[in-house]
């Protein structure tokens, strides 16, 4: 717990004096001196620390202001294209998604992919998912953009690729 406590006096303009010590330098005091300088200092309000407009709790964000939802006009998978076809033994493939306005993870939105309706990423605040060991097959992704109490805000229209991996079991 921090107890912040203010001197009143701070609030008060305050006088201090400046004269050169004999052996040269400078000197400030708040007592006057032979042949000082009076320099009155305006008063300073003390700088209060204002409460931050999140608290982590558990590891999630709980917002303390109130912020209004984003309104997305639009979510869409661009990688992969459309019946796009994926060479990659490892299974390995990066899914970009585009929304219009971009993701807002600074008021909780988050982006959960579903592949072939299975949800395999959630809660991403990034728009950029590397996936590996994705199986040889045709498969579908959708994404989604969810607000930070889990309402979905916008879904993508499905996206169907082809993942092709070669195999032993085909060598010629």
Do not use: C
């Amino acid at each position: 717990m921090t107890v912040l406590l203010i001197n009143p006096v701070n609030l008060y303009a305050v006088t201090v004096y400046k004269w050169t010590a004999p052996d040269g330098s400078i000197v400030f005091s708040d007592e006057p001196h032979e042949n000082a300088q009076k320099i009155d200092i305006a008063p300073v309000e003390p700088a209060l620390q204002t409460p931050s407009k999140s608290v982590a709790t558990n590891g999630r964000t709980q917002k303390t202001e109130k912020q209004a939802a984003t309104k997305y006009a639009s979510l869409t998978i661009s990688s992969p294209a459309a019946d796009e076809v994926i060479r990659a033994n490892d299974g390995s493939m990066t899914v970009a998604i585009q929304s219009d306005p971009p993701l807002n993870a600074g008021n909780g939105d988050r982006v959960v992919l579903m592949l072939d309706g299975k949800k395999i990423a959630d809660q991403l605040a990034a728009t950029s998912i590397r996936l590996t060991n994705v199986d040889r097959g045709t498969h579908q992704l959708q994404a989604s953009i969810v607000s930070d109490d889990g309402s979905t805000l916008i879904d993508s229209p499905p996206v169907t690729f082809h993942m092709r991996r070669f195999s032993k079991l085909f060598s010629r």
